[in-house]
């Protein structure tokens, strides 16, 4: 398992992302990346009018979102990750193909 975490350009801590990976050896298919976002701690009167309105089913036109920006460094992190991710699960899946022939 490997984890990454990608700051926002703006470097709030509400917009950072934990990105991890886990290679299933005996499923490569199982395999996941994970990607978390923390969702920001707000007083009880900022969180009161968001849940009185989900509980009645309100729903924005565009849904609920939030973002984070990368800048070129962490996109170059997040494509490292990426490829030692799929490079690894290419692995396991010679060796599970490996094991299958013998
Ligand atoms: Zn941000």
Redesign the pocket.
């Known amino acids: 398992m490997s984890n990454l975490y990608l700051e926002?350009?703006?470097s709030?801590n509400e917009?950072l992302v934990k990105v991890t990976y886990d290679v299933d050896s005996g499923i490569p298919s199982a395999s996941f990346v994970s990607i978390e976002v923390q969702l920001s701690k707000q007083s009880w009167y900022r969180r009161i009018w968001p849940a009185i309105k989900y509980v009645f089913g309100y729903e924005s036109k565009y849904g609920h979102w939030d973002e984070?920006?990368l800048n070129l460094q962490q996109v170059g992190k997040l494509h490292a990750l990426l490829h030692t991710f799929s490079k690894e699960v290419e692995e396991a899946k010679s060796l599970e193909s490996s094991k299958e022939t013998t």
């Open positions: 926002c350009a703006c709030s917009h984070t920006l």
